[in-house]
């Protein structure tokens, strides 16, 4: 079996006679378009169709003794069309392709035709290869589209345009010369008219142009609907020219416009302006400007420009004749010139905006009344007055009236030059009035007043006294004043802070001699106004200085020497008064004064801080300078802090030195040098003791007993709490004790006057406490402890019979005993009175069989600590016999209850209580209230607190003082 291929070469429409190659190499030609290759190599082929020059590549792969059947289909595509794409069509139309392969009878191709409303119906048939579409109808004007398909392919889409014939008229769009322009030639000029109409309706030769009446030779050009008219005038003269323009369609109708232009001979380019004239002076606001002038030819504006004003211009308006008239009132904008010539120009503007040469007028500007000048002062020190002066005016002055509001007043006038004398016969303020008037009748009238002063200013000294001692900053204050005239004029301003300048006029100030006028500093302002007599306030109020104070300070000028001194005040008033004043006063300079304020230790050991407060005052008025402190000899380098007060010359100064103070006196100097060199030293000093802090934040409650005595029991309630927020001192804390105990069940009072064997409760009853107990530490050398307390509380509600304590206790290891084991010998309440020293340091109770009553308080001392609480200081002597190397001190809270016979109800709400807070426990070495350093005796006061810091002061000699106790 051989190989072959074989197949069939077409397109959409059947079978193409043409040419099928194999390889480029065999051709066969077919004219049904069948063909067949037979005996062919086995591999890869190709296939080449050729139908009128269009051709169709096919590769293939054939094995040995197969047999292939392949088609070869050439595209289709259009030849021609109808209409040609983006043609336009005036009347009713098919549409029409050529295909490529086409036949009558073939089946498959496809002519659509579309609009803007849409698909266009219509019939589709054959003209030999050309495939027509008929449309039913034709509706709208506008873009078609029409498409050409075939079977599977669209062949191709394109557009044209179709207008039907309309009743419209044509339309002129545009002339050219345009209407009102100006030809500026004597030759022929080109007309040109744009007409636009529906583009199927067309356009007559009929359509012409007109030249003043008579037709032109019209050519047109255009298409479908933009049509143009053109035609060349003849020659013609200077002047104005009626064109006319008629359009007419293939159907009749028709439009037509007329219009002017201008045609300009013998002037060149621009227009041409002559024989100017305007009036010569003006007052702008009374009278006008009137202006004429002739031009050749119309215009389309005619401006005048005012010399110094660019950014004005006047607009005398268009005028199509041969004279231009206008006038000006006087004002650029909002303003008026200024008095005298004033220059302008005038230009024109034509038809086409040509610019005629600018023609150049001037007139005189006279607005204002004529000028008064003369130095017419406001104050007088006379009462008769003489003014003399010049008036000057642009046209000229008339006449001069001057009247006045009393006295008698003459007044002359000679060209320029005038004078007034006016007569009065006492001090007070007169109105004088000056009428001018100009030869054009500008006038006005100025009114002046005149205030007539004849005293003298005031002169009066504040600061210092007459014949006083001052410091040598001392500021120098005086007063000056005049009421009438006033010491300077200026303007003020209502509710704010401006005022005139302060200085007064023609004053003088001499220190000593020496002339100090331009240092001193004004204050205290008062103003007038006499010559109006309204109270001096208002916008832009001017007013009069009746008085000011005046103050020198000295300080700025290097201070006031010792010894006396000379003040000399000169000054003089607005109206020209003048008055002298003389202060004779003494200055003296000291060294600087320093006292103690106060001292505080704080810390202990090595941390131990000494704080110094020292109030000061300079005498010298030159500031603080240097400070030195010296301490048991040693020189401290330290800055201190200081607080000015709020006089400048006195201060606080305060130090903060730490280091480790021995026990006993030490010794304080403070020497402090002024600004200006002067010094003075303060010798003081302490005696520290020596204190042993006990820590708070590591207690043990070494019990809380609630003995009973008798058959009766009730509830007890024990706290012992320590608190670190204390605000006594810094860093400080305290412990907080509360003991409770209320009254037995009624139902236990079963029979009357049971005693109790225990002599401290003789009638029945009980007995509690809460204990504390501090750690144990090495107290040797130490002989009192000091404490601070506070919220001492004691409450009950059993009326009589009851008892709260407070007591210290020192445990040296050995314990304590707060009752003997018979129950007979309690060291609580009475007893503990008894012992030297008590163990007691509160006590409040209700016991009237005891020998001793109501509140009993050890306190030593009290203070308002940083929390607001009031403290309370306790000393208490360590007993004899103790091991004070191994000390612990414990904190007992006691409360005692008594029931009687006589009770006849009773109930658990009849509590006794009671609660502290102590904080700030220390070991004192010794308590002192005297000692000798050297020969010189000092007094400690006793002054009890937790930094155990005693101040040093500078007594009598230790035989002349009488010891005080403990």
């Given at each position: ?17 043409g ?72 009347s ?11 036949r ?71 002339v050219?010369?345009g ?73 009749g ?63 005398l ?11 000006w009132n006087?004002?650029?904008?909002t ?8 220059s ?11 610019v ?23 104050a ?92 040598p ?131 202990s ?149 049971v ?80 012992r030297?020293?008590?163990?007691v ?21 009290s ?63 010794s308590?002192?209230e ?37």
């Amino acid at each position: 079996m051989s190989t072959s291929v074989s197949g069939t070469l077409k397109c959409w429409a059947g079978p193409l006679a043409g040419t099928v190659s194999l390889d480029d190499t065999i051709y066969v030609s077919t004219q049904d378009g069948n063909f067949e290759f037979i005996d062919i190599t086995p591999g890869w082929h190709w296939l080449r169709g050729s139908v009128n020059g269009n051709e169709k590549v096919v590769s293939l792969f054939i094995a040995n003794g197969q047999h292939l059947e392949i088609d070869i289909s050439i595209p289709t595509y259009l030849i021609d069309r109808s209409p040609l794409p983006d043609s336009m069509v005036i009347s009713p139309f098919d549409v029409g392709a050529l295909l490529f392969g086409a036949r009558p009878g073939a089946t498959g191709a496809v002519i659509k035709l579309y609009s803007r409303e849409g698909e266009v119906p219509g019939t589709a048939s054959w003209d030999g290869p050309w495939l027509i579409f008929t449309p039913d109808y034709l509706r709208v004007d506008g873009q078609y589209t029409a498409e050409v398909c075939v079977p599977g392919e669209l062949i191709e889409r394109w557009n044209f345009t179709y207008y039907m014939i309309t009743d419209n008229p044509p339309v002129i769009k545009s002339v050219s010369p345009g209407n009102g322009t100006v030809q500026r030639t004597s030759s022929p000029v080109d007309v040109t008219v744009i007409i636009h109409n529906d583009p199927a309706n067309g356009l007559s030769d009929a359509s012409k142009i007109y030249l003043d009446g008579e037709p032109l030779q019209t050519s047109i050009s255009g298409v479908y609907g933009n049509w143009q008219l053109e035609a060349t005038t003849t020659a013609m003269s200077h002047g104005w020219h009626a064109l006319r323009a008629v359009a007419i369609d293939n159907q009749g109708l028709e439009c037509s416009m007329n219009w002017n232009i201008f045609v300009s001979t013998g002037t060149g380019e621009k227009p041409y302006i002559y024989n100017l004239q305007v009036t010569p002076a003006i007052s702008p606001g009374r009278q006008v400007m009137y202006i004429t002038a002739s031009v050749n030819e119309p215009l389309n504006s005619a401006i005048i420009r005012f010399d110094g004003y660019p950014n004005y211009t006047l607009n005398l308006g268009p005028f199509t004749g041969t004279l231009i008239t206008g006038y000006w009132n006087g004002y650029i904008g909002t303003q008026i010139p200024p008095e005298g010539p004033l220059s302008f120009t005038l230009t024109g503007y034509g038809l086409d905006n040509a610019v005629s040469d600018p023609v150049t007028g001037t007139v005189l500007i006279d607005t204002r009344a004529p000028d008064l000048i003369a130095d017419i002062r406001e104050a007088w020190n006379t009462q008769s007055i003489e003014i003399h002066g010049s008036i000057n005016d642009t046209a000229g002055v008339a006449d001069l009236v001057a009247t006045s509001s009393g006295g008698t007043i003459q007044s002359w006038l000679s060209g320029n030059s005038f004078g007034v004398t006016l007569t009065v016969n006492q001090d007070g303020v007169y109105t004088l009035q000056m009428n001018t008037t100009d030869v054009l009748g500008n006038s006005a009238v100025r009114t002046y007043k005149l205030l007539v002063d004849t005293e003298a200013p005031a002169v009066n000294f504040n600061l210092p006294a007459p014949d006083s001692t001052v410091r040598p900053g001392q500021t120098v204050t005086f007063t000056i004043s005049d009421w009438a005239s006033g010491l300077a004029r200026g303007y003020l301003m209502y509710h704010s802070f401006r005022m005139p300048d302060p200085d007064p006029w023609n004053m003088e100030i001499l220190l000593d001699g020496e002339n100090i006028t331009e240092r001193v500093i004004y204050t205290d302002r008062r103003y007038t106004d006499v010559i109006s007599g309204n109270t001096p306030y208002g916008y832009n109020y001017l007013a009069s200085l009746a008085s000011i104070q005046v103050s020198y300070n000295p300080s700025d000028y290097g201070f006031l020497n010792d010894g006396q001194h000379t003040l000399t005040v000169s000054v003089g008033d607005r109206a020209g008064n003048n008055a002298k004043g003389t202060l004779t006063f003494s200055s003296m300079t000291l060294p600087p004064d320093i006292s103690e304020e106060s001292m505080e230790m704080m810390g202990s050991g090595d941390n131990e801080t000494l704080k110094l407060s020292f109030n000061l005052q300079e005498n010298s008025d030159g500031g603080f300078g240097e400070f030195e402190l010296i301490i048991d000899g040693v020189k401290i380098n330290q800055t201190p802090t200081i607080y000015m007060d709020i006089l400048p010359y006195m201060c606080n100064v305060r130090y903060t030195v730490t280091g480790n103070y021995q026990e006993g006196p030490h010794t304080i100097s403070l020497t402090v040098i002024d600004g200006r060199g002067f010094s003075n030293t303060l010798h003081t000093g302490f005696y520290h003791i020596e204190t042993l802090q006990m820590p708070l934040d590591n207690l043990a409650s070494s019990g809380l007993y609630r003995p009973d005595f008798t058959e009766y029991s009730g509830s007890h309630i024990h706290a012992a709490v320590y608190n670190s927020s204390t605000g006594f001192r810094e860093g400080a804390g305290s412990i907080y004790g509360y003991c409770a105990i209320d009254g037995p069940d009624s139902s236990l009072l079963s029979k009357y006057n049971v005693r109790s064997g225990n002599y401290i409760l003789p009638m029945g009853g009980q007995l509690a406490f809460t204990i504390i107990e501090t750690p144990f530490v090495d107290a040797m050398g130490y002989d009192f402890l000091s404490l601070w307390m506070t919220d001492i509380t004691v409450n009950n509600l059993v009326r009589w019979g009851w008892g709260a304590s407070i007591l210290i206790y020192f445990n040296d290891g050995r314990g304590i005993k707060l009752f003997d084991e018979n129950l007979k010998a309690v060291e609580a309440f009475s007893e503990p009175t008894n012992r030297d020293p008590t163990p007691v340091i509160y006590a409040h109770h209700e016991a009237p069989w005891l020998t001793w009553s109501g509140i009993l308080d050890n306190s030593r001392g009290s203070v308002i600590g940083a929390d607001g609480r009031l403290w309370k200081n306790y000393v208490v002597r360590i007993p004899d016999g103790i091991d004070r190397s191994h000390l612990s001190v414990v904190f007992v809270w006691e409360t005692n209850n008594w029931f009687q016979n006589t009770l006849k109800k009773w109930n658990a709400n009849y509590v006794v209580s009671i609660s502290s807070r102590i904080s700030n426990v220390a070991f004192v070495k010794s308590l002192i209230e005297y000692t000798d350093p050297d020969d010189r005796s000092v007094e400690v006061p006793t002054e009890y607190t937790i930094r155990a810091h005693f101040k040093v002061r500078w007594t009598l000699k230790a035989s002349q003082r009488t010891p005080s106790k403990l």
